[in-house]
């Protein structure tokens, strides 16, 4: 091989390895660029989520009701403590509501946790919750009317007065009980809606 030849073929094999060492360069500024990206987005991600649960008060013996729209009482919250974020759900120990019609009681629902959407018109009613009827249809003996539901992690409407959740729930009566797995409340008709695997158990009058 000439030497000429040589010196040309070296030239090429040093422009190529300038080439891929350039090509090596921007792939590894794209990557190194990517990453920083992700962990600023992934910080500012925590700190904004840290921010959301930062509650900018609390409140004992909280109480709160709404009225409808002939300036009646229709429904009541109350809760131990009342925990209030400005960015995210406000949270409850203990809630205990109250649905009235007339003035008068017609279903409680209580539980151990309580969350309530920015809105204010859902509460997350969190472990084990109850909900009890009221309502007396008979003059003769009213306890046989009333109906007790316990169950969990409801979700309770209190615009619509509407209630509902997918967990094992049981329903007691005076007829006996049923057990199911899902429930519907819709509380101004007093209608239930069992969803799935429904079984009863009842007392012969």
């Not at 094999?13 to 990517?34: D, E, H, P, Y």
Request: with cysteine; glycine share 4%; hydrophobic share 35%.
């Amino acid at each position: 091989m000439s030497r000429k030849l040589w010196i040309n073929n070296l030239l090429k094999v040093k422009r190529l390895n300038v080439q891929w060492g350039g090509w090596f360069f921007l792939i590894s500024l794209a990557l190194i660029t990517t990453w920083l990206v992700r962990s600023l987005e992934e910080d500012l991600s925590k700190a904004t989520e840290s921010h959301r649960r930062v509650p900018d008060y609390t409140m004992k013996n909280f109480n709160s009701t709404q009225m409808d729209e002939h300036g009646q009482l229709k429904n009541q919250l109350t809760a131990k403590t009342m925990t209030h974020y400005p960015y995210a759900n406000t949270e409850l120990t203990t809630p205990f509501i109250t649905f009235y019609k007339k003035k008068q009681p017609t279903w409680t629902v209580h539980a151990e946790q309580g969350e309530i959407s920015l809105d204010g018109n859902q509460i997350w009613l969190l472990g084990k919750t109850t909900l009890q009827q009221h309502t007396q249809t008979s003059r003769i003996d009213p306890q046989k009317t009333m109906m007790k539901i316990i169950s969990q992690d409801v979700r309770v409407q209190l615009d619509t007065e509407y209630a509902e959740t997918i967990k094992p729930t049981t329903i007691i009566s005076h007829v006996g009980k049923t057990d199911c797995v899902g429930m519907r409340v819709f509380i101004p008709t007093e209608q239930i809606e069992l969803l799935s695997q429904v079984r009863g158990h009842y007392v012969l009058p």
